[in-house]
Protein backbone atom coordinates (compact mmCIF):
# COMPACT_ATOMS: atom_id res chain seq x y z
CA UNK A 1 0.00 0.00 0.00
CA UNK A 2 1.30 3.21 -0.52
CA UNK A 3 2.12 5.70 1.90
CA UNK A 4 0.23 8.93 -0.13
CA UNK A 5 -2.41 8.03 -1.92
CA UNK A 6 -4.91 10.49 -4.00
CA UNK A 7 -8.33 9.95 -5.31
CA UNK A 8 -9.62 10.02 -8.01
CA UNK A 9 -6.94 8.91 -10.18
CA UNK A 10 -9.08 10.56 -13.23
CA UNK A 11 -11.18 13.57 -12.92
CA UNK A 12 -13.25 14.54 -15.72
CA UNK A 13 -15.54 17.26 -15.58
CA UNK A 14 -17.38 20.11 -17.33
CA UNK A 15 -16.20 23.99 -17.41
CA UNK A 16 -17.91 25.72 -13.84
CA UNK A 17 -18.04 22.83 -12.03
CA UNK A 18 -16.50 22.70 -8.41
CA UNK A 19 -13.88 19.94 -8.15
CA UNK A 20 -12.22 18.24 -5.39
CA UNK A 21 -9.23 16.19 -5.42
CA UNK A 22 -8.08 14.20 -1.91
CA UNK A 23 -4.95 12.88 -0.57
CA UNK A 24 -4.46 10.95 2.36
CA UNK A 25 -1.24 9.48 4.04
CA UNK A 26 -0.32 7.17 6.38
CA UNK A 27 2.90 7.89 7.84
CA UNK A 28 3.89 11.11 10.00
CA UNK A 29 4.34 14.49 8.31
CA UNK A 30 5.50 18.08 9.15
CA UNK A 31 3.92 19.54 6.10
CA UNK A 32 1.98 18.70 2.90
CA UNK A 33 2.48 20.21 -0.33
CA UNK A 34 -0.13 20.16 -3.69
CA UNK A 35 1.97 20.31 -7.05
CA UNK A 36 0.25 21.17 -10.33
CA UNK A 37 2.04 19.11 -13.15
CA UNK A 38 1.37 20.85 -16.69
CA UNK A 39 0.52 18.64 -19.89
CA UNK A 40 4.12 19.91 -21.28
CA UNK A 41 6.13 18.02 -18.04
CA UNK A 42 6.61 21.69 -15.98
CA UNK A 43 5.87 21.46 -11.94
CA UNK A 44 4.01 24.41 -10.47
CA UNK A 45 4.19 24.09 -6.59
CA UNK A 46 0.63 25.53 -5.74
CA UNK A 47 0.41 25.10 -1.40
CA UNK A 48 2.08 23.99 1.37
CA UNK A 49 0.06 23.10 4.59
CA UNK A 50 0.97 22.05 7.90
CA UNK A 51 -2.82 23.27 9.52
CA UNK A 52 -5.99 24.06 8.25
CA UNK A 53 -6.94 26.05 4.83
CA UNK A 54 -5.25 28.25 2.27
CA UNK A 55 -6.86 30.08 -0.56
CA UNK A 56 -4.97 31.42 -3.82
CA UNK A 57 -7.79 32.46 -6.22
CA UNK A 58 -10.15 29.92 -7.04
CA UNK A 59 -7.62 27.17 -5.73
CA UNK A 60 -8.27 26.26 -1.91
CA UNK A 61 -6.47 23.36 0.15
CA UNK A 62 -7.30 22.27 3.68
CA UNK A 63 -5.58 19.65 5.77
CA UNK A 64 -6.68 17.57 9.15
CA UNK A 65 -3.95 15.61 10.70
CA UNK A 66 -5.40 14.05 13.26
CA UNK A 67 -7.38 12.13 10.28
CA UNK A 68 -4.50 12.57 7.83
CA UNK A 69 -6.28 13.57 4.88
CA UNK A 70 -5.82 17.05 2.66
CA UNK A 71 -8.04 18.17 -0.25
CA UNK A 72 -7.80 20.36 -2.74
CA UNK A 73 -10.57 22.09 -3.80
CA UNK A 74 -10.81 24.29 -7.40
CA UNK A 75 -13.94 26.80 -7.81
CA UNK A 76 -15.34 27.60 -10.91
CA UNK A 77 -13.25 25.19 -13.32
CA UNK A 78 -11.92 26.43 -16.71
CA UNK A 79 -9.93 24.24 -19.07
CA UNK A 80 -6.87 25.60 -18.05
CA UNK A 81 -7.33 23.70 -14.89
CA UNK A 82 -6.83 20.68 -16.66
CA UNK A 83 -3.28 19.33 -16.09
CA UNK A 84 -2.33 16.40 -13.07
CA UNK A 85 -2.54 17.47 -9.49
CA UNK A 86 -0.29 15.74 -7.62
CA UNK A 87 0.20 15.38 -3.32
CA UNK A 88 3.44 15.35 -1.81
CA UNK A 89 3.97 14.79 2.03
CA UNK A 90 6.82 16.42 3.77
CA UNK A 91 8.86 13.43 6.34
CA UNK A 92 11.56 14.83 9.18
CA UNK A 93 13.27 17.43 7.37
CA UNK A 94 12.99 17.19 3.88
CA UNK A 95 11.85 13.96 2.59
CA UNK A 96 9.27 14.30 0.08
CA UNK A 97 7.01 11.02 -0.61
CA UNK A 98 4.22 11.85 -3.69
CA UNK A 99 1.22 10.69 -4.18
CA UNK A 100 0.44 8.99 -7.68
CA UNK A 101 -1.27 12.13 -9.03
CA UNK A 102 -4.89 13.20 -10.06
CA UNK A 103 -5.06 13.42 -14.25
CA UNK A 104 -7.98 16.32 -14.53
CA UNK A 105 -10.11 17.30 -17.58
CA UNK A 106 -12.06 20.24 -17.50
CA UNK A 107 -14.14 20.48 -21.10
CA UNK A 108 -15.34 23.15 -22.43
CA UNK B 1 13.85 35.48 -12.17
CA UNK B 2 13.56 32.75 -9.75
CA UNK B 3 14.87 29.63 -12.03
CA UNK B 4 15.98 26.35 -11.59
CA UNK B 5 17.67 25.27 -14.30
CA UNK B 6 18.46 21.93 -15.62
CA UNK B 7 20.59 20.35 -18.36
CA UNK B 8 20.44 18.65 -20.60
CA UNK B 9 16.58 18.81 -21.12
CA UNK B 10 16.35 16.12 -23.57
CA UNK B 11 19.45 13.13 -24.08
CA UNK B 12 19.58 9.67 -25.18
CA UNK B 13 22.65 7.98 -24.35
CA UNK B 14 24.06 4.00 -24.25
CA UNK B 15 24.34 2.14 -21.43
CA UNK B 16 27.61 2.07 -19.55
CA UNK B 17 28.59 5.55 -20.42
CA UNK B 18 28.90 7.83 -17.71
CA UNK B 19 26.60 11.07 -18.08
CA UNK B 20 25.54 14.15 -15.83
CA UNK B 21 22.82 15.81 -15.44
CA UNK B 22 23.30 19.31 -14.44
CA UNK B 23 21.16 21.83 -11.77
CA UNK B 24 21.32 25.05 -10.84
CA UNK B 25 19.42 27.31 -8.79
CA UNK B 26 19.82 31.32 -8.14
CA UNK B 27 17.50 31.65 -5.31
CA UNK B 28 20.35 30.84 -2.71
CA UNK B 29 18.36 28.17 -1.26
CA UNK B 30 19.89 25.69 1.29
CA UNK B 31 17.60 22.64 -0.36
CA UNK B 32 17.91 21.13 -3.14
CA UNK B 33 16.73 17.80 -4.29
CA UNK B 34 16.33 14.83 -7.74
CA UNK B 35 14.01 12.92 -8.15
CA UNK B 36 12.42 10.87 -11.17
CA UNK B 37 9.02 10.55 -12.89
CA UNK B 38 8.02 7.20 -14.02
CA UNK B 39 4.45 6.02 -15.67
CA UNK B 40 2.57 4.31 -12.68
CA UNK B 41 5.11 5.09 -10.35
CA UNK B 42 4.69 8.64 -10.14
CA UNK B 43 7.74 10.90 -8.79
CA UNK B 44 10.19 9.35 -6.39
CA UNK B 45 13.16 11.18 -4.30
CA UNK B 46 16.85 10.25 -5.70
CA UNK B 47 18.87 12.27 -3.17
CA UNK B 48 18.48 15.55 -1.64
CA UNK B 49 20.99 17.82 0.43
CA UNK B 50 20.18 20.42 3.45
CA UNK B 51 23.16 22.15 2.39
CA UNK B 52 27.02 23.15 0.80
CA UNK B 53 28.51 19.13 1.73
CA UNK B 54 25.36 17.99 2.95
CA UNK B 55 23.49 15.08 0.83
CA UNK B 56 21.61 12.09 1.81
CA UNK B 57 20.23 9.25 0.10
CA UNK B 58 16.44 9.34 -0.81
CA UNK B 59 14.03 6.30 -1.93
CA UNK B 60 15.86 5.28 -4.67
CA UNK B 61 19.88 6.08 -4.98
CA UNK B 62 20.94 3.09 -6.56
CA UNK B 63 22.74 3.81 -9.57
CA UNK B 64 22.96 7.13 -8.97
CA UNK B 65 25.42 9.62 -6.91
CA UNK B 66 25.43 13.54 -6.56
CA UNK B 67 27.55 16.53 -4.86
CA UNK B 68 27.06 19.83 -3.17
CA UNK B 69 29.92 22.04 -3.42
CA UNK B 70 28.33 25.08 -4.43
CA UNK B 71 24.88 26.42 -3.00
CA UNK B 72 23.52 26.90 -5.94
CA UNK B 73 24.36 23.46 -8.12
CA UNK B 74 23.62 20.25 -7.10
CA UNK B 75 24.61 17.77 -10.19
CA UNK B 76 23.25 14.34 -10.66
CA UNK B 77 25.46 11.81 -11.70
CA UNK B 78 24.84 8.55 -13.45
CA UNK B 79 28.20 6.29 -13.41
CA UNK B 80 27.44 3.60 -15.59
CA UNK B 81 23.47 4.20 -16.59
CA UNK B 82 21.18 1.64 -17.44
CA UNK B 83 18.34 1.06 -19.54
CA UNK B 84 16.18 1.02 -16.12
CA UNK B 85 17.40 4.49 -15.75
CA UNK B 86 15.52 5.70 -18.49
CA UNK B 87 13.13 8.44 -16.84
CA UNK B 88 12.17 11.83 -16.81
CA UNK B 89 14.14 13.55 -14.23
CA UNK B 90 13.27 17.07 -12.50
CA UNK B 91 15.76 19.15 -9.84
CA UNK B 92 14.10 21.27 -7.42
CA UNK B 93 14.97 23.35 -4.60
CA UNK B 94 13.58 25.46 -1.34
CA UNK B 95 14.58 27.59 1.41
CA UNK B 96 14.85 25.26 4.55
CA UNK B 97 11.01 25.50 6.09
CA UNK B 98 9.98 27.42 3.13
CA UNK B 99 6.47 27.15 1.50
CA UNK B 100 7.48 27.02 -1.91
CA UNK B 101 9.62 24.61 -3.56
CA UNK B 102 10.99 25.31 -7.47
CA UNK B 103 10.99 22.41 -9.61
CA UNK B 104 13.34 22.46 -12.56
CA UNK B 105 11.81 22.07 -16.29
CA UNK B 106 12.62 18.37 -16.40
CA UNK B 107 15.10 16.10 -17.99
CA UNK B 108 14.24 13.55 -20.21
CA UNK B 109 17.02 10.74 -20.00
CA UNK B 110 16.82 7.61 -22.63
CA UNK B 111 19.34 4.85 -22.00
CA UNK B 112 19.54 2.03 -24.82
Known amino acids: KNEVEQSPQNLTAQEGEFITINCSYSVGISALHWLQQHPGGGIVSLFMLSSGKKKHGRLIATINIQEKHSSLHITASHPRDSAVYIC??????????FGQGTRLTINP | EAQVTQNPRYLITVTGKKLTVTCSQN?????MSWYRQDPGLGLRQIYY???????DKGDVPEGYKVSRKEKRNFPLILESPSPNQTSLYFCASSMTGGNTIYFGEGSWLTVV
Open chain 2, 49 to 55: SMNVEVT
Open chain 1, 88 to 97: AVIQGAQKLV
Open chain 2, 27 to 31: MNHEY
